[in-house]
């Protein structure tokens, strides 16, 4: 018969690593809410800084992507604006940030921007992670509870498959509820072939604003897809979303 407390220990482990990846949350969103403080009162520099920091780290918003574009455009940074506004418009889809995008690049028309239900639906998702992951963990941690202490009142083995159900749902929705890979052309001009040499066929030639979306990696090159077709693209004409 399994050890009840070696049992409870080990649930106990997998609640504290929960709970610490939660305050670092915590701390994030006290740095995001300085950062904001500072952008209000027009201290765009420290702002972006911390800003910065946290999207390197893979944190942000709707909200702080829009305030880091308008800080770039600010500066003349129109690259940068233009991959914040981009990455904007794969949580929030509308038409103003294509018009922007537009202005800031100088294209009349721009490719990749499509975002068919089901891919809204997946950006949906991502979007409200955070709070999935949230929902998901607090039923973990009822579960723990739950099997603990039915666990002493009856003395007999406890069936741990919704602990364990529970925590690989945790795991995925924390580390693999992402959007489609997208990157965004920033090279001009960019060159787009039909094979991942530089013999390859000529498809297009492209001027930074467009995004194509990636379907594997291979040595210097992505293949992306192009106008509903497979193409390849060197990596360094482009930025990663």
Sequence with gaps: MPNVKSIFLTKLLIFLSISLQSIHCQADVIALEKADSL??????????????SNYQSGIY???MLLKMAFIAEGIGDNERATLYLSKYYDLAPNPQAITKIKSLTG?????????SDGQRFVLFLTEYQDYIVGVLAFFLVLSIVTSWIMGRKSGKTQTFWPTILLLFLVFVANNFLNGPPTALV??????IVTKPTAGGELVDMVEPGHRVRIKSSKDIWYEVE????????KKEDVTRL
Excluded: C, H
Aim: proline fraction near 5%; charge should be negative; aromatic fraction near 18%.
């Design 39 to 52: 952008f209000n009162s027009r201290s765009y520099k420290e702002a972006m800084e911390i800003y910065d």
């Design 61 to 63: 918003s709707p909200a």
């Design 107 to 115: 294209q009349s028309s721009l490719v990749g921007y499509e975002v």
């Design 186 to 191: 920033t090279s001009s001009p960019t060159f």
């Design 226 to 233: 192009w106008k509903d077709k497979s193409a390849y693209i």
